[in-house]
DNA sequence: ACATTTTTTCTAAAATGTAGAACATATCCA
DNA sequence: TGGATATGTTCTACATTTTAGAAAAAATGT
């Protein structure tokens, strides 16, 4: 198995689980995934890549108490690990470092033409 | 419309593409792949990685001459247009929006900042 | 009790990522 | 001239990730 490495989506949904804090589970990040996205997105999408990030260990998960709520079952709340986390930054320099090498992308100005 | 997604592994390979310019054809990506992530790639991967990316219109390609040096034959030679262009920026902003809701990371960095 | 809501778990598929063998075409040098 | 060797592409097959939604579980409302 190799451990240190992400997809796009998994990086999308690491990133989401640590923008949520306490409020990490898979329905939540569905939404938030859409919302942020305007992109559509199963449940089922988020489930399994959720269940995958825990098993590569880059998230860790627990069950929440049950709410007071309709229908408020119990959740399972993700967290980042501290291997997660790294790897989310590792990723994040290395697509900067490429972006700094790209010519007419290196620094502030933004104009490029393409042929 | 399912035209506008790449994967990682994908972004990749388009972003060294850009940054080969004249030099980009699958064996010298692929050495440039490993001299930046240090970790190996196989040619077969770049290959149907290209010509993927080609598909989806992220990249057109042309054959170029042969040169003169031992074993030197005629090379794909590829290009970024303009769809692929702008999905690189897309994801790029996206992830960089993600990265700034991060607790902890919002980060001010120069060569990065969109606004 | 039974319907309804929220959420997870399970099953299956399509798309992306990985690997390397087979093939083609160039130069080098006896 | 032609075989050894170098550079590249094309082809084929398989593994992993991504996507989708149905089924099951656990809570509240009436």
Redesign the interface.
């Known amino acids: 198995m190799k451990e240190t490495r992400?997809?796009?989506f998994e990086?999308?949904i690491l990133?989401?689980t640590?923008?949520l804090?306490e409020d990490a589970y898979a329905l939540r990040i569905a939404e938030e995934f859409e919302s942020?996205?305007g992109r559509p997105v199963s449940i089922g999408a988020v489930h399994s890549t959720l269940s995958r990030l825990e098993d590569k260990g880059f998230l860790r998960s627990e069950m929440s108490e049950a709410t007071a709520e309709r229908g408020g079952r119990r959740k399972r709340i993700y967290t980042i690990t501290a291997i997660g986390h790294s790897t989310l930054e590792t990723s994040?320099e290395?697509?900067?470092?490429?972006?700094?090498?790209?010519?007419g992308f290196?620094?502030?100005n933004p104009t490029?033409q393409?042929?």
Chains 1, 2 share one sequence.
Do not use: H, M, V, Y
């Open positions: 992400i997809g796009d990086e999308t990133l989401l640590g923008i804090g942020q996205t994040r290395f697509k900067q470092s490429l972006w700094n090498q790209f010519p290196a620094t502030d490029w393409i042929s």
